[in-house]
C-alpha cells in the first residue's frame, strides 16, 4: 500500500464543486486541488467538472460527479472531535444551515446529505467511562440528545437528573 494515505470519494449528482467549496468555507484548514473535466469521451457534459480534489483538517477526498445513482445514508459519518463546546457549537450550527438538519446523539446531516457526528471534549469519555454503570447513565442521557451536551451528561453519569 502507498504510504500516502485514503482518499476517500464522495459522489455528487453535479455539486461536488460546490459541496468542496462548502466543506472550505465549514472547515477552515482546507484546500482544493486538481479539477478533472469530462471530455468528449463523456460520460458527462463536456467541460463540466467530473472530480474534485480538496483537502479539509489533514483529510483527503475527491468529490465526483456521478449523478443521480447513489446518495448518502447514516451508513457512512465522519466524526469531528472538537477541541471546545464553542467549536462543537460552530460545527453543529455550521453543518446544519443552509438545508443541513440535525439528527440524534450529535449527528447532523450538512445541506448534500453527508452524515457528521460533532463530538464535543469528554463525551467519548463519559459513554466508555470504566464503570459500566456510570457509562450507561451517560448513554442514556446521549441518547435523548440531538445536540451533545457534556455537562448534561456528566450530571446523568454522576446520578443526577435533569
Known amino acids: 500500500m502507498s504510504s500516502s494515505g ?3 470519494c464522495l459522489w455528487f449528482d453535479g455539486r461536488a464543486e460546490e459541496a ?3 466543506y472550505l468555507s465549514v472547515f477552515k484548514d482546507g484546500t482544493i486541488g ?3 473535466r469530462y471530455t468528449d469521451a463523456g460520460p458527462g457534459e463536456p467541460g463540466s467538472v467530473m472530480v474534485v480534489e480538496f483537502e479539509i483538517n489533514g483529510q483527503k477526498f475527491i468529490g465526483l460527479n456521478g449523478g443521480p445513482q447513489f446518495t448518502f445514508s447514516e451508513a457512512i459519518s465522519f466524526q469531528i472531535h472538537c477541541a471546545d463546546e464553542a467549536e462543537a457549537d460552530y460545527y453543529h450550527a455550521e453543518l446544519t444551515k443552509d438545508g443541513g438538519e440535525e439528527s440524534d446523539c450529535g449527528w447532523v446531516k450538512d445541506r448534500f446529505g453527508l452524515s457528521w457526528q460533532v463530538i464535543p471534549p469528554g463525551a467519548i469519555d463519559l459513554i466508555g467511562d470504566h464503570d459500566p454503570e456510570r457509562a450507561a447513565r451517560a448513554t442514556a442521557a446521549m ?3 440531538k445536540k451533545l451536551d457534556v455537562a448534561e451528561m456528566r450530571r446523568a ?3 443526577f437528573s435533569g
Open 20 to 22: 468542496a467549496d462548502y
Open 157 to 159: 453519569a454522576d446520578g
Open 143 to 145: 441518547l435523548k440528545m
Open 34 to 36: 486538481r479539477i478533472g
Open 6 to 8: 485514503f482518499t476517500t
